[in-house]
């Protein structure tokens, strides 16, 4: 198969420039497929400004470290002294085992809710890194038909503002005979008499409005000079230009506020599955029935702690990314857009 070749910016400058006519309606409709994508573009640009997502993601952490941070393995000890004597070690473990199983089932639910939007905030990422290719290529594909709006407008009036005055011609010389009778005309009142009469008449034409119509009329020149269509539609345009290029730099901020929060995410789930296994194990909960054992406190408490300070960094790193948004979203709204271009 022949590979084709992809039409340069001087290609396409001459297809629009081809593609030019004087009709009214093609004017005011100029470029649209263009203007249409790029407003495309924004109104999916409007869908995804929000924290929402962020905000649940926060939720759902402070949700899992309220549940597990109350599992201290200091209480398997049983109390000393005589109350010890009715609180002996299994009697523990197995109240132990039953809150770690509620917790545990509760921090598993919320880390598949967690990996959820994760995703939803990755996916969100390359949307916004589409959005902003396609409007990139949006703004250069529009100051292509802007450049050529221009200069077919300006080489339209060219020729009117600026007309080639055609060469002053040459009388020619009055034949004898004319000029014979010119001169008896002259010194005979009766033979001037038509030609003062036709001179009266055309002087009255020359002030006397035509039939039918009050107004003046208007010269060719002035009226191909009149405001074109084409030139409201540039106007139009340029708005829009101006707005997709505002939201340029708005949509690679958002792009950065989001761009740490999914692998924090994704760190406290991973920490949350190694520390539901890890306990189970320490607890001789791995196999089919529990064991007796008597677990190490220190492995529970690093485990823990591992997993605690990953919910912690992860809720610091969401709250981080709702702030940024916050700020954010009234720099990428329309509403906002109209009023920073008044």
Same mark, same amino acid.
């Given at each position: 198969?022949?590979?084709? *070749?992809?039409?340069? @910016? ?5 297809? $629009? ?41 926060? *939720? ?5 470290? =309220?549940?597990?941070?109350?599992? =201290? ?10 109350? /010890? ?14 809150? &770690? ?24 990422? /390359? ?17 292509? &038909? ?15 503002? =600026? ?39 055309? !002087? ?9 119509? =009050? ?29 997709? #290029? ?10 950065? !506020?989001?761009?740490?929060?999914? @692998? ?7 920490? $949350? ?37 990953? #919910?912690?960094? !992860? ?12 700020? #954010? ?12 271009? *008044?």
């Amino acid at each position: 198969m022949t590979d084709v *070749a992809t039409p340069g @910016a001087s290609d396409r400058i001459a297809a $629009i420039r081809a593609a030019m006519t004087d009709d009214a309606e093609a004017g005011a409709t100029f470029a649209e497929p263009v203007r249409a994508s790029i407003a495309a573009t924004l109104e999916r640009l409007e869908v995804l400004v929000g924290s929402a997502t962020l905000a649940e993601a926060g *939720a759902l952490l402070t949700h899992v470290r =309220d549940r597990v941070s109350g599992l =201290d393995p200091a209480r398997l000890e049983p109390r000393g002294g005589l109350a /010890g004597l009715f609180d002996g070690r299994g009697k523990r473990l197995k109240a132990f085992r039953a809150a &770690y199983v509620s917790a545990a089932d509760a921090a598993r639910a919320g880390a598949a809710d967690l990996t959820e939007r994760a995703n939803a905030l990755g996916q969100r990422g /390359g949307d916004l890194d589409a959005m902003w290719t396609e409007l990139r290529d949006g703004l250069n594909a529009l100051d292509e &038909y802007l450049a050529v709006g221009r200069a077919w407008l300006t080489d339209r009036r060219a020729p009117l503002l =600026d007309p080639v005055q055609p060469e002053t011609a040459v009388a020619d010389p009055l034949p004898p005979e004319a000029a014979a009778a010119f001169e008896d005309g002259a010194s005979d009142p009766e033979a001037s008499a038509p030609i003062e009469a036709q001179a009266d008449a055309e !002087a009255e034409l020359a002030v006397a409005p035509s039939s039918g119509a =009050d107004a003046e009329p208007v010269s060719p020149v002035a009226l191909a000079v009149l405001p074109h269509p084409l030139e409201a539609r540039l106007d139009s345009l340029m708005e829009t230009r101006a707005e997709a #290029l505002r939201r340029l730099p708005v949509i690679r901020a958002m792009q950065n !506020a989001d761009h740490a929060a999914p @692998a924090a995410l994704a760190a406290a789930c991973q920490q $949350i599955e190694a520390w539901t296994a890890d306990w189970r194990e320490a607890l001789g909960m791995a196999g089919r029935r529990p064991r007796k054992v008597r677990p190490d406190a220190t492995r529970l408490n690093t485990s823990h702690n591992a997993m605690v300070g990953a #919910l912690t960094s !992860a809720e610091r790193c969401v709250a981080a990314a709702r702030t940024r948004w916050d700020e #954010l979203m009234p720099r990428a709204t329309a509403a906002e857009a109209a009023r920073a271009a *008044a």
